[in-house]
């Protein structure tokens, strides 16, 4: 995980199995050090993730991206989308579930496309 000038957290992620326990510790940081800073936008790089599991999904729409957890009202999220097709699914899914969460989501192929729709963001 990055901090950057820019006021937004960088979340990469990397090939391979995770631990829950350790993408809990990974997404808690990225929240507190949104807090921290009084940010509202994210990074995700999810090119060589590998897909999230059901487990992993739930904790995610269930309890990382409520407005609580996040102490704020809305974040920003621009997502490089995973190469690997079945974690695309994982993704699509995990952000069709969390419409209704603190999180507002935007789908990105390209870096720069990505940073730029977070620049232009108040």
Do not use: C
């Not at 350790?22 to 509202?40: E, I, K, P, V």
């Amino acid at each position: 995980m990055l901090e950057n000038d820019n006021g937004y957290v960088v979340v990469e992620y990397r090939p391979g199995p995770r631990k829950l326990s350790d993408l809990q510790a990974l997404l808690t940081h990225a929240g507190n050090l949104l807090t921290s800073r009084r940010w509202h936008k994210l990074l995700g790089d999810q090119r060589l993730m590998a897909p999230f599991t059901p487990e992993e999904s739930k904790w995610i729409t269930e309890y990382w991206l409520t407005a609580s957890q996040l102490r704020t009202d809305t974040v920003y999220g621009a997502v490089l989308l995973p190469h690997d097709v079945f974690a695309r699914l994982s993704v699509s899914q995990l952000i069709n579930e969390a419409r209704a969460a603190a999180m507002t989501y935007r789908l990105f192929e390209d870096v720069a496309a990505a940073e730029s729709w977070l620049l232009q963001l108040p």
